[in-house]
C-alpha cells in the first residue's frame, strides 16, 4: 500500500496517469491465444458480483488506481484481446427491477421468470435448470457464494422451487443432484439441530461421500478426489471488512478467492470437465444498507476471486469465462466535490481525499448498528461510529442518528428513515459517496466474457440469452 500523505501529494491526475501505465500489469493475466475462437469449451466458470451497480465497480476501480498502483481484474479485462463486452438487461418476467432469483433463473434455465420463483414458469411449470444438463455431460458442478449456499443465485443454476424462501427444500435438491462442490454460508439449512424438520442433511452428505468442511483449515486440506460440503457460516458469510477485522474469523472463515481457488483446484481433476458458478453475494447486502465500507470490500474481495479465475483460465483454450452481475442497487457514486464552491464562497471540500477516508474504514456499518440502541447517548453514538470509521461526526449528527434509532422520521425520501441508512447517509458528508435508494435498480449491467463460445456476446443483451450461450460452449445441445 502506499504511504498516503506520500500519494496524495501526487495529486489525481498523478494516479490517474499511473493506473493508465499499469493496465497491463500481471494483476490482470492474459487469456490464452486462442482462448476466444470459436469452439467448444470444456469448462465453464461464471463470477457474479450480486448486485453490483456500475459505481460501485468504479468505486473498486479507482481505490485501487489510489492505493495498490493498479486497477482492477475485471476491468483490465477489457484492454485484452479476445476479451467480449457488452450491457445487459436484467428485467424480469414480471418486473422492469428483477430480484436475484429471476435472474439467476434467467441464465439458469433460458426463460425470464417472475420474482422470488426459481426455475419456475408463470404458470407453475418446473424449468430445467443449467446443472442438470451440464451433469448429463459428464461434466463436474460447482457452487460458491458468501451467501447461504442455498440462496437465490446458486440455486438459480440448479434448484428448482416455486420460492427463493425454500432454502431446506434447496439443500436437499443439491444432494439428489449431485453438484459436486459447495463452498459457503447456510449450515442451518442442513444441520438438525437448526433445521425446522429436524432433518440430518449433514448426515445425508457424509453418507453420500461428501467431505463436510466447517472452517478454512479443513478445506485446504480437503481431498480432491471427494465431493465437497462446505459450510463456513450458520448465516451469510461475515461482510469481508468485519472478517478481516477479526482475527478467529480471519483464521476460521475463508474469503471468496480462497473458495474459488480451493473449487477450481478440486473440479479440475474432473476429467471430462466441469462448470461452477461463483458468487460475491454480500455486494448486493452491503448496497441495500447504503454501506460503503462494506460494499467496497465485497466488490474488492470478488475482484480477487476473479483474479484466482483468470489465474487458473491462464494459458488454456478450454475455458468460457464469464464475469457480470444480476442487478444493480442503490446506485452508489463518487460525487465531485473539488473546486466547487457555496454562494458564500466556501469550498465543499476535495473529492479525493473525501474518497480516500474510505481506505480508513475498519468495520461495517452493521458492526456499528450492532453496538447501538434506542437507548444510546450521543457520546456513545460518536464513539461507536469513530471506532468503526476513524470519522467524528458532530453533535448535530450523532443527534440525527439517535433520532434514527427511536424510530423518529426525519427523511423526505421515506426509504432513508431507518437508522441504518441514515448513518449511509450521514457518511457521505466525509466520503462523497452518495446513494440513490436503497434496493435494486433497472440500470444495464456490465458483462465480460472469453473463451469458447464468448463471440456470442456483445452488445445489448437480455440475461437469459447467457442461457444459450453457455449450452452452446459447452456443447449440451438445448435449445431455448
Known amino acids: 500500500m502506499l ?13 490517474l496517469l499511473l493506473s493508465t501505465r499499469l493496465r497491463g500489469a ?26 453490483m451497480s456500475l459505481g460501485t465497480l468504479t468505486l473498486a476501480e479507482r481505490h485501487l488506481q489510489r492505493w495498490h498502483g493498479r486497477g482492477s481484474h475485471w476491468l483490465g479485462l477489457y484492454a485484452q484481446p479476445g476479451v467480449r463486452r457488452a450491457l445487459m438487461d436484467t428485467s424480469s418476467a414480471s418486473s422492469l427491477v428483477t430480484d436475484s432469483a429471476a435472474a439467476s433463473s434467467a441464465w439458469g434455465c433460458g426463460h425470464k421468470v417472475r420474482n422470488g420463483a426459481i426455475n419456475h414458469a408463470a404458470d407453475g411449470r418446473p424449468l430445467t435448470p443449467l446443472f442438470h444438463h451440464v451433469r448429463e455431460s459428464g461434466r463436474a458442478t460447482g457452487l460458491v457464494t458468501t451467501a447461504t449456499i442455498t440462496h437465490a443465485t446458486p440455486a438459480g443454476f440448479a434448484a428448482q422451487v416455486k420460492s427463493r424462501t425454500e432454502e431446506p427444500l434447496i439443500a436437499r435438491q443439491y444432494l439428489d443432484l449431485g453438484i459436486n462442490v459447495l463452498l459457503g454460508g447456510g449450515r442451518k439449512f442442513f444441520d438438525p439441530a437448526l433445521r425446522a424438520d429436524g432433518a440430518d442433511l449433514l448426515a445425508d452428505y ?105 489465474e487458473f ?23 465531485g466535490t473539488g473546486g466547487n464552491f457555496n454562494t458564500l464562497g466556501e469550498s465543499y471540500g476535495d473529492t479525493a ?14 458492526w456499528v448498528m450492532a453496538g447501538l440502541n434506542t437507548d444510546s447517548t450521543v457520546p456513545q453514538i460518536r464513539d461507536r461510529v469513530h471506532a468503526a470509521t476513524t470519522i467524528a461526526l458532530t453533535a448535530d449528527e450523532c443527534d440525527l442518528l439517535r433520532r434514527a434509532l427511536r424510530s423518529e422520521p426525519h427523511a423526505a425520501y421515506r426509504v432513508r428513515n431507518s437508522a ?52 452452446r460452449a459447452l456443447g449440451v445441445g438445448v435449445a431455448v
Open 420 to 471: 441504518q441508512i441514515t448513518l449511509g447517509q450521514i457518511l457521505a458528508n466525509y466520503t462523497s459517496v452518495g446513494w440513490a435508494g436503497t434496493a435494486h435498480t433497472t440500470d444495464l449491467v456490465e458483462l465480460a466474457a472469453f473463451g469458447p463460445g464468448s463471440e456470442a456476446v456483445g452488445g445489448l443483451m437480455q440475461n437469459n440469452d447467457l442461457f444459450g450461450v453457455m449450452t
Open 26 to 51: 500481471p494483476a490482470t493475466p492474459r487469456p490464452a491465444h486462442g482462448a476466444s475462437d470459436p469452439g467448444q469449451a470444456r469448462n465453464l466458470i461464471f463470477l457474479v458480483s450480486d448486485g
Open 206 to 310: 457424509t453418507r453420500a461421500g461428501y467431505q463436510v468442511m466447517t472452517d478454512q483449515a479443513a478445506l485446504e486440506a480437503a481431498p480432491a478426489d471427494r465431493p465437497w460440503l462446505g459450510l463456513f457460516a450458520d448465516g451469510y458469510i461475515p461482510y469481508e471488512l468485519d472478517r478481516r477485522a477479526d482475527a478467529a474469523l480471519r483464521d476460521r472463515v475463508p474469503d471468496l478467492a480462497t473458495m474459488t481457488r480451493a473449487a477450481l483446484r478440486a473440479l479440475s481433476t474432473h476429467p471430462t470437465g466441469f462448470a461452477v458458478q461463483i458468487e460475491g453475494a454480500r455486494v448486493d447486502h452491503a448496497a441495500h444498507a447504503n454501506d460503503i465500507g462494506g460494499l467496497l470490500h465485497e466488490q474488492l474481495a470478488f475482484d480477487e476471486a476473479v483474479g484466482a479465475a483468470l
Open 313 to 335: 483460465a491462464a494459458g488454456r483454450d478450454d475455458t468460457l469465462v464469464i464475469v457480470t452481475t444480476d442487478h444493480g442497487n442503490s446506485n452508489p457514486g463518487l460525487n
Open 3 to 15: 504511504n498516503r500523505r506520500d500519494f496524495l501529494r501526487t495529486g489525481l491526475a498523478g494516479s
Open 353 to 366: 481525499a473525501c474518497f480516500d477516508r474510505l481506505a480508513d474504514l475498519r468495520q461495517t456499518n452493521t
